[in-house]
């Protein structure tokens, strides 16, 4: 098997194994994982607005303000007006949204640590590091992917 095709093979069960433990092993209390994201990234981009927020999350607007609407109703986000521009909603996390945020980070963190302490010491700093390159070449794909999307090919089907 080419080095390539053993990396796609590894890196989709490695996406696969975690997304499973995600939403098996780490508790999102009364959140749904996609709700946690949502909070993770309203943290992470500094009070969005709710266009930023729909477009880091790659969800329709209409979703992102059905998802959002229910982080409120909960106490979680608050909405606010843009004090540049007042048309803009931005998105606030709460002090319930930043104490979910930290309790679940440490379960994340909990379970990530169990996976990480079955990993070779002698490997960890090659590994991590790879996987931050790995990481950085995702990110470049969501920029590239953003700008031109390959409309111009055929959708791929199975053979049959």
Do not use: H, W
């Amino acid at each position: 098997m080419k080095t390539q095709e053993r990396f796609a093979k590894a890196l989709s069960t490695v996406a696969r194994r975690v997304s499973k433990l995600q939403s098996t092993e780490i508790c999102c209390g009364d959140l749904t994982r996609e709700q946690f994201e949502t909070l993770r990234t309203i943290e992470v981009a500094r009070d969005p607005s709710m266009s930023a927020l729909s477009a880091a999350l790659r969800v329709d607007l209409s979703t992102m303000s059905r998802n959002v609407s229910l982080l409120e109703r909960e106490k979680y986000v608050s909405r606010a007006r843009a004090t540049e521009d007042s048309r803009i909603i931005t998105v606030v996390l709460t002090p319930k949204g930043r104490n979910a945020l930290e309790t679940l980070r440490c379960d994340e963190q909990d379970v990530m640590a169990k996976v990480f302490g079955r990993l070779p010491m002698a490997g960890r700093t090659s590994l991590v590091e790879a996987l931050e390159k790995v990481q950085a070449a995702l990110e470049a794909d969501d920029v590239a992917s953003d700008q031109a999307c390959c409309a111009d090919e055929q959708p791929k089907r199975a053979v049959r």
